[in-house]
């Protein structure tokens, strides 16, 4: 069959299936219809002539999404636990060094003014907190190790 009769087609398959179908049974063979049609021509053609709600109709699709969405919410909450853990380990590791950096920088530097603490709060790269706890046994002051 060429693609320009499909439409003729078409139309008489509807009214065929709306005079001497039962309804239910109608919305399967459009079902089918569509599916079958999506084996032979591309899916934006089918679209334009059956309508995209036709596949909606199947209970086996509507039972496919349901299981899509349920997977891709588990899926979702998986995911988003391990991101969850992963920024708990990060923010960790950074107040774990901030603390240590107060505690020597305390110690060798005297108590930080509450500019000086409000910077080391800011600071959000454990590199950067890193490379300050290196440093914090070879500098003078607060503002000087700040400075780097």
């Known amino acids: 069959m060429r693609k320009n009769e499909l439409p003729d087609v078409l139309r008489q398959v509807e009214y065929r ?3 001497e179908a039962k309804p239910s049974e109608a919305d399967r063979l459009r079902t089918a219809s569509f599916v079958l049609m999506g084996l032979k021509y591309d899916p934006k053609f089918v679209e ?3 309508g995209k709600n036709v596949l909606e109709l199947s209970s086996t699709y509507q039972a496919m999404m349901r299981e899509g969405i349920e997977k891709g919410i588990e899926l979702g909450k998986e995911q988003g636990l391990e991101q969850g853990r992963e920024q708990g380990r990060e923010q960790g ?6 603390t240590s950096l107060l505690r020597i920088g305390r110690r060798r530097l005297g108590e930080p003014s509450t500019a000086i603490t409000d910077a080391l709060a800011s600071i959000s790269k454990v590199e950067r907190l890193e490379a300050l706890l290196d440093r914090v046994l070879e500098i003078e002051s607060w503002d000087e190790l700040l400075a780097t």
């Open 17 to 19: 299936l709306n005079n």
């Open 48 to 50: 334009k002539l059956m």
């Open 93 to 98: 590791r950074e107040q774990g060094l901030r």
